[in-house]
C-alpha cells in the first residue's frame, strides 16, 4: 500500500514538475527514478563491496571495527552517482535517493538475516537544517526501503545535536571528532535488530557512531545500508 502511494504521488506530481534523471537531469518517464544510460554506470555489483564495512574490498576498513555488523551499498560516489546524490541535496531531486533504497530493499529481501531486522533507522539531521531543506536524504532512502521490505521506519532513535560544521565539509580527524553530535533519542531498544541508513559511508564514522549509540539503548545487531561509499582517489 506504502509503495502504491508513493507511486500515485510521483504520478501527479510528474503532471507539473516533469520527472527528471537525478544523474542527467535528461527528461524520463513518471515511474522511473533514473534513466537506463545512467543506471548502467552508477550501479555496481554487490560483490564488488565487502559486506562488513561497506568499503571496496581492497580498501576494507574491517581493521578499524566499525560498530555495525554488516553493510549494504548500491554505488561508488564518484561520476553520475555523485552528481544524483548532490542534486538530492541542492536542488530537491530525491530520485537517486529512492531508486537506491529501492534496490536496497530488494537486496534485503533475498537475505533472510537482513529481513529479520525490527526496524529501519534514517542518521538523523538537525530540525533547522532539515527545515531549510525540506527533507532527509536518509529518510528517503529509509522509506524507499520500507516500501519494499515492509520493515518499519523507527523515529526519534537518535537526535542530531546542531553543529556548524558539515559533516561531508570535513576530514577523516575532524568527522570522528564531529560525530559526537549524534545522540540516544532515550528509546528502550532491547533485544531489536535494526538497519541504519545513510546516503554515504565515507570514513564510517558516523554510522559507527549512530550504531554506537543504538546498541548503547539496547540493539543486538545494526545493519548498514547507505546509496553510495567513497574510496580513495585514483592516481593518474
Given at each position: 500500500?506504502?509503495?502504491?502511494?508513493?507511486?500515485?504521488?510521483?504520478?501527479?506530481?510528474?503532471i507539473v514538475y516533469p520527472n527528471r534523471c537525478p544523474c542527467c537531469n535528461c527528461f524520463i518517464e513518471w515511474n522511473r527514478y533514473i534513466c537506463d544510460e545512467c543506471e548502467a554506470?552508477?550501479?555496481?555489483?554487490?560483490?564488488?563491496?565487502?559486506?562488513?564495512?561497506?568499503?571496496?574490498?581492497?580498501?576494507?576498513?574491517?581493521?578499524?571495527?566499525?560498530?555495525?555488523?554488516?553493510?549494504?551499498?548500491?554505488?561508488?560516489?564518484?561520476?553520475?552517482s555523485k552528481t544524483a546524490l548532490i542534486s538530492m541535496k541542492e536542488s530537491s531531486n530525491r530520485n537517486f535517493g529512492r531508486y537506491a533504497g529501492e534496490n536496497l530493499g530488494k537486496w534485503i529481501e533475498q537475505q533472510p538475516?537482513?529481513?529479520?531486522?525490527?526496524?529501519?533507522?534514517a542518521v538523523p539531521m538537525h530540525w533547522t537544517k532539515k527545515l531549510l531543506r525540506g527533507y532527509n536524504?536518509?529518510?528517503?532512502?529509509a522509506k524507499s526501503i520500507s516500501s519494499v521490505t515492509?520493515?518499519?521506519?523507527?523515529?526519534?532513535?537518535?537526535i542530531k545535536r546542531y553543529s556548524r560544521k558539515a559533516q561531508h565539509k570535513l576530514g577523516a580527524k575532524e568527522r570522528a571528532e564531529n560525530v559526537y553530535s549524534f545522540i540516544s533519542g532515550g528509546r528502550d531498544l532491547e533485544g531489536r535488530k535494526l538497519i541504519l541508513c545513510d546516503d554515504i559511508i565515507t570514513t564510517g564514522s558516523t554510522m559507527s557512531r549512530c550504531?554506537?549509540?543504538?546498541?548503547?539503548?539496547?540493539?543486538?545487531?545494526?545493519?548498514?545500508?547507505a546509496a553510495a561509499t567513497t574510496r580513495r582517489k585514483r592516481e593518474g
Amino acid at each position: 500500500m506504502m509503495k502504491l502511494i508513493m507511486k500515485l504521488c510521483l504520478f501527479c506530481i510528474d503532471i507539473v514538475y516533469p520527472n527528471r534523471c537525478p544523474c542527467c537531469n535528461c527528461f524520463i518517464e513518471w515511474n522511473r527514478y533514473i534513466c537506463d544510460e545512467c543506471e548502467a554506470e552508477v550501479k555496481v555489483d554487490a560483490d564488488v563491496f565487502c559486506r562488513s564495512c561497506g568499503k571496496v574490498k581492497q580498501e576494507c576498513i574491517c581493521a578499524v571495527l566499525p560498530a555495525y555488523d554488516r553493510a549494504a551499498v548500491v554505488s561508488f560516489y564518484e561520476g553520475k552517482s555523485k552528481t544524483a546524490l548532490i542534486s538530492m541535496k541542492e536542488s530537491s531531486n530525491r530520485n537517486f535517493g529512492r531508486y537506491a533504497g529501492e534496490n536496497l530493499g530488494k537486496w534485503i529481501e533475498q537475505q533472510p538475516d537482513w529481513m529479520e531486522a525490527d526496524g529501519i533507522v534514517a542518521v538523523p539531521m538537525h530540525w533547522t537544517k532539515k527545515l531549510l531543506r525540506g527533507y532527509n536524504q536518509a529518510d528517503v532512502i529509509a522509506k524507499s526501503i520500507s516500501s519494499v521490505t515492509g520493515i518499519p521506519v523507527e523515529k526519534k532513535c537518535i537526535i542530531k545535536r546542531y553543529s556548524r560544521k558539515a559533516q561531508h565539509k570535513l576530514g577523516a580527524k575532524e568527522r570522528a571528532e564531529n560525530v559526537y553530535s549524534f545522540i540516544s533519542g532515550g528509546r528502550d531498544l532491547e533485544g531489536r535488530k535494526l538497519i541504519l541508513c545513510d546516503d554515504i559511508i565515507t570514513t564510517g564514522s558516523t554510522m559507527s557512531r549512530c550504531a554506537e549509540i543504538l546498541k548503547e539503548c539496547g540493539a543486538d545487531v545494526v545493519y548498514a545500508a547507505a546509496a553510495a561509499t567513497t574510496r580513495r582517489k585514483r592516481e593518474g
